[in-house]
């Protein structure tokens, strides 16, 4: 379902998703050379930092933006087909891991180029790729449930998270600011980019990032799932 979502999206495009890796790549040399200078930074050191931060703001920012509406757009599927309501955040989760994997080779060259260093410490890449995707699992499956009954969160979500993407390290690490770097932490979205970004660019995490993302599942999920069993059967009248 989820690959059907990203065929549709390109269906008679030439280059279909190849689109998001050109979009992608453009961002991090463009915004990567002007960042470099305003921040006084070298090159070199800066662009793997923001290539991925731009990807991983896209895979965050995407799936919390579509869930607002999520129950919304799959009404017809809800009002006529019993499939399990947890299907539906899977399927909007898995999306966006796919145009996660089509940007992933813009990384990867400018991590070639660079000579970004590979480490053991990169090896965390997977787990901590996996503990952000149940993160985002969580957040999707509050977010659907609340958008679904209150339709102005979608409005509220459109304004707030270009907002959040500038008090969040997607174009400049934490450290890059010292006077602010305790507003950048407050951000939960910081510890979701932060905790992949230490092991790309060839170091582990801290670990107060870490513990930062497994409380967050301990708590928003338990909660999520709490709340998403005692509203299910209401999604269906809302939508």
């Known amino acids: 379902m989820a690959l059907s979502d990203v065929r549709a999206r390109y269906?008679?495009?030439?280059?279909?998703?190849?689109?998001?890796?050109?979009?992608?790549?453009?961002?991090?040399?463009?915004?990567?050379l002007l960042w470099s200078e305003l921040l006084k930074i070298e090159a070199k050191a800066f662009v793997p930092s923001l290539t991925a931060g731009l990807i991983l703001w896209q895979f965050i920012s995407g799936v919390i933006t579509e869930s607002s509406t999520l129950y919304g757009r799959q009404a017809a599927i809800i009002r006529n087909m019993s499939l399990p309501l947890m299907i539906h955040p899977l399927q909007l989760l898995f999306k966006?891991?796919?145009?996660?994997?089509?940007?992933a080779p813009v990384y990867l060259l400018v991590a070639l180029v660079l000579s970004i260093p590979l480490t053991v410490s990169t090896l965390w890449f997977l787990?901590?790729?996996l503990l952000v995707s149940l993160n985002l699992f969580w957040i999707c499956m509050l977010v659907s449930?609340?958008?679904?009954?209150?339709?102005d969160l979608e409005y509220i979500i459109a304004a707030v998270m270009p907002l959040l993407m500038f008090i969040s390290p997607v174009f400049y690490r934490p450290n890059y600011l010292p006077f602010s770097e305790g507003l950048i932490w407050a951000n939960p979205l910081s510890h979701l980019i932060e905790i992949i970004r230490y092991p790309l660019l060839g170091s582990s995490p801290p670990m107060f990032v870490v513990q930062t993302n497994l409380v967050m599942l301990?708590?928003?999920?338990?909660?999520?799932?709490?709340?998403?069993?005692?509203?299910?059967?209401?999604?269906?009248?809302?939508?």
């Open 11 to 32: 269906k008679r495009s030439v280059l279909g998703p190849l689109w998001l890796t050109l979009g992608t790549a453009a961002g991090s040399v463009g915004l990567g």
């Open 96 to 103: 966006h891991l796919i145009n996660v994997a089509h940007n």
């Open 127 to 129: 787990p901590c790729l």
């Open 145 to 151: 449930v609340l958008g679904a009954r209150f339709r």
């Open 218 to 239: 301990l708590v928003g999920g338990g909660f999520a799932l709490w709340l998403f069993n005692k509203k299910r059967d209401r999604i269906a009248f809302w939508v």
